[in-house]
């Protein structure tokens, strides 16, 4: 604890000149062997976020038969995910006072086991297409994952830091779950719904790797969450000023990885996709193809390979450290800028690069908090961390990335890239009381 409180004093102006010991990382001899299979506790909870993005979320879309005029309002319907978790990071501190942390990460399972099973019982089986389906899936979701994210990684803290940049590395390989392996079963003629109900099936398995695995509770501790937390909050110079940094590049990053599953499905808004570029015509793969082994594979090896990086970094100084952050934060906005060419093989080097930029920012974030911020403030600072990517999804997420891909598309539409479709009189009759010649004309 007080080799923690030095390396954080390293921002006090009499220790100026000894920042780089300060600074410098605990041995790796010191930190224990890893818990590998707290992975698949941390992956399956992320493949029920990833049941509500991606291919999963482009198949529920495609389900409720929405009107063209609608794209915006889905995307605010799937943003409720984001706001509800946001909200979560903090309402979940009152329900410290009544449970452990550990048992917050069991509701949360189960919170997410209900959000999956929505779509199935209230879509598939009562064949109801209102937005309230997608808002009520999608705010529960948001829930269960802001009840578990930083409550999770903070339990599993103790286990060193070997553990953590393991576990952390199930969050892409879950959404890889859904858009590579299933995503091409679904092109083979897998039915959607299998896509919610394989993720719920795995939920249980995913709380018995946690019952087993995970640190027990400290006797005595409930409730003690809340009174760190408010503490924290009572001592920020001790902790905050070190944040700021990394809470402006979780937001950055979440932003990123959160618009660019809208941004590719509203650019590539067609079955099928242009290998040579968004005029050409062919040759031609179909767009399950595409995502499945291309897009969604570069996608989940950035975020999967980059948050390991960090345990090979020498990072023993603040240049060290800001020079990484600002590495990763070019990384994702330079891929974000990279759909802009609509080149099908270059949006690809765009998901890679924007999320090899992300899971960056995820694996320096938890390795300097771990390191450089007091044990008691920890908690806090993964939770506020969490918040601010929250905030930075919900811009991502929302119909903000409609209105960023119709940006990407000005005044360029092709058959298959940017597509608009054509008018005609059947389309209107369909959809009545809409202005369509403003539309399309």
Aim: proline share 6%; with cysteine.
């Amino acid at each position: 604890m007080a080799e923690a409180s030095r390396s954080y004093e390293m921002g006090s102006p009499t220790r100026d000149n000894d920042r780089s010991v300060l600074l410098q990382e605990e041995q790796p001899v010191q930190d224990p062997p890893p818990v590998k299979s707290l992975l698949l506790a941390f992956l399956i909870m992320f493949q029920g976020y990833g049941v509500m993005n991606g291919n999963p979320q482009h198949a529920l879309k495609m389900k409720l038969d929405l009107a063209p005029d609608q794209a915006g309002a889905f995307q605010d319907a799937t943003a409720s995910f984001q706001l509800s978790k946001l909200l979560m990071r903090v309402l979940q501190i009152s329900l410290l006072v009544f449970m452990q942390p550990n048992g917050i990460v069991y509701l949360s399972y189960v919170v997410m086991f209900v959000a999956v099973l929505v779509p199935v019982f209230l879509v598939w089986c009562a064949d109801m297409t209102d937005l309230s389906v997608v808002y009520l899936q999608y705010t529960l979701g948001g829930i269960a994952i802001g009840l578990f994210e930083g409550t999770f990684l903070s339990v599993i803290s103790v286990l060193g830091k070997n553990t953590k940049t393991f576990a952390i590395m199930g969050a892409p390989l879950g959404f890889a779950v859904h858009n590579i392996l299933l995503g091409t079963f679904q092109q083979w003629g897998m039915p959607v719904v299998v896509y919610y109900v394989y993720s719920a099936i795995c939920l249980p398995f995913a709380m018995v790797i946690f019952y087993y695995k995970a640190p027990p509770a400290e006797a005595n501790s409930q409730g003690k969450g809340c009174q760190v937390f408010l503490r924290s909050l009572q001592q920020p110079k001790e902790w905050l000023p070190a944040m700021i940094p990394w809470f402006i590049a979780k937001f950055l990053g979440n932003f990123v990885m959160e618009d660019a599953f809208p941004l590719l499905f509203n650019t590539f808004n067609t079955a099928r996709v242009p290998i040579f570029g968004p005029d050409s015509t062919s040759p031609t793969i179909p767009f399950q193809y595409y995502t499945a082994w291309y897009w969604f594979v570069l996608m989940a090896l950035g975020d999967t390979l980059s948050r390991r990086v960090p345990q090979y970094l020498s990072l023993s100084s603040w240049q060290s450290w800001a020079c990484w952050i600002v590495v990763s934060i070019i990384l994702c906005i330079g891929g974000e800028a990279l759909n802009f060419l609509l080149l099908a093989i270059v949006t690809g080097l765009a998901a890679f690069l924007a999320y090899f930029g992300n899971g960056l920012i995820y694996g320096l974030s938890a390795k300097f908090i771990d390191a450089h911020i007091p044990a008691q403030h920890r908690y806090t600072a993964y939770n506020l961390w969490c918040f601010c990517g929250d905030l930075g999804g919900y811009a991502g997420q929302s119909s903000l990335s409609v209105h960023i891909a119709k940006q990407v598309c000005e005044g360029r539409h092709y058959t298959y890239v940017c597509h608009q479709k054509a008018f005609s009189w059947d389309t209107a009759r369909e959809w009545p009381g809409m202005d369509w010649p403003s539309r399309f004309f």
